[in-house]
């Protein structure tokens, strides 16, 4: 019983990982229907910037940290522009198809850049808390701490600020949201470099507990997309409870299944299983950018 909870404990910082992965999939598609493929090679990529700082140059956590989700913000705001925005009159199934450029050519950046090497990445704080039998780190307490906050944060911004309103109205109807003033393309371009930030969030504080390669963080994303499926890609409590969720499930499952390859068949295995649910309760699953017949 002791080592089913310690193996659940471990799962919650996993599960706030994919939960905040999850959160960058929700900020994008509530704005522009769009599921974007691209949040776990762009958490990759700032992570390798944070890495090059803290790791090479030997920069504090503390300045490293602000530029490389600043970099990420970048990163997002140029996928909006270069592959979005050329595709704006295009239907929502082909901007999704289009976010598989976007990986590859970041997958391009991060082995010309850093070699596609496996590399390690200090924490960004050490230590933890011991409790009778569990131990929890201090990294992941911290991963915690940043995903609820975030998903409450950017909950309420969303339903009480100007700007967070208009990236929901932009989605719903958008020649009706350009007579109120909201400009779709700046609120599109916000918005991926939200979901890039938070990408990048979820990069860089699990990976001190993994190790930094350019596939990690994608294959995490497969897991945070049954995750923002448990919320419908509308709702952030629900994604990151669902994140949250799944991680204690992985966690739990791997744990008493010590085989080769489950991990990384789990989010193939949560993703189809949330699809399952989500058909028998509504009878369909609900495409980008098309309702449900």
Known sequence: MLLLLQYAVNGLAAGFVIGLLALSLVMIYRSTRVLSFAQGVIASLATYVYYQMQTVWEWPAVAALPIALIAAAIVGALADLLAMRPLRKADALTRTVATLGIVLVLQVVMRVGWGGQESFVRPLVSGGIRAGDF?????????????????????????T??????????AEDASAARLLGVDPTRASMLAWSIG???????GILVTPTLVLNPLQMTLIMVTAFGAALLGGFTSLPMALGGGVLIGVVQS???G????????????FVAVFAVLVVMRGKRGAVVLPGRSAA
């Open 135 to 159: 131990n929890v780190g201090a990294q992941e307490l911290l991963t915690a701490f940043v995903a609820i906050a975030a998903a409450g944060l950017f909950g309420l911004w969303t339903r």
């Open 161 to 170: 600020s100007y700007r967070g309103l208009g990236l929901q109205a932009i």
């Open 196 to 202: 890039a930030v938070l990408a990048a969030l979820a």
């Open 256 to 267: 008493y299944v010590n085989v080769s390859g489950v991990s990384e068949a789990f989010g």
């Open 252 to 254: 739990v499952t791997t």
